[in-house]
């Protein structure tokens, strides 16, 4: 039941113990295969690149710069970002989130909902930024699920990501003011 999700958040590597480590690459596995804009290109993709990509994440945790927000209950773990905020001067009031995924089997529970209402909230009250942007893959349907959201498109990159020989999609740009 999506009443009982817990929200957490890690700052460092020290809070993700092995089991979350591999609930975090079982996740990302499962999303990428099954056509999930994660940031692999094509499924399937091979483990070893999922865990060498969770390593490099947990390897940047750190508590005013990178962060990893999962969603949780009784059932393991439901889905998980990160949010991300350069701390130098001139973009110090914004933040970034990328890999937004849920577990496939989970998708229409209100997981993602959830953890983008948290990562704004995270953002707004302990990070203290004004805006969060990020960027999603088209032909994925994305652009629907932000603005339900309240994120806006600022703008496309046409042909920006090589997904296969033949299959070019935009990047779509997404602002959200907090």
């Known amino acids: 039941m999506l009443r009982s999700l817990v ?4 700052t460092t590597g020290a809070h993700v113990d092995d089991l979350l480590r591999r609930a975090l690459v079982s996740c990302w596995l499962d999303v990428s295969n099954a056509g999930g804009a994660v940031g692999f290109p094509v499924p399937p993709v091979p483990e070893d690149e999922v865990v060498r ?8 945790l750190h508590p005013d710069r990178c962060r990893l927000l999962t969603a949780s209950d009784g059932r393991g773990l439901a889905g998980w970002l990160v949010l ?11 933040a970034s989130v990328h890999r937004v995924q849920s577990r496939p089997e989970r998708r229409g529970e209100g997981v993602g909902t959830r953890l983008m209402t948290f990562a704004r909230e995270v953002a707004r009250d302990e990070l203290g930024v004004e805006q969060l942007q990020l960027t999603a893959r088209s032909g994925m349907g994305l652009e629907e699920f932000y603005a339900k959201l309240g994120w806006r498109e600022i703008g496309r990159w046409p042909g920006a990501l090589r997904i296969a020989p033949g299959d070019d999609r935009d990047e779509i740009l997404l602002h959200l003011p907090l």
Not at 7 to 10: A, E, V, Y
Not at 53 to 58: H, K, M
Not at 84 to 94: C, M, S
């Open 84 to 94: 991300h905020r350069d701390p130098a001067p001139l973009v110090a009031h914004r």
């Open 53 to 60: 990509a969770v390593d490099a994440l947990i390897s940047e």
């Open 7 to 10: 929200l957490n958040q890690c």
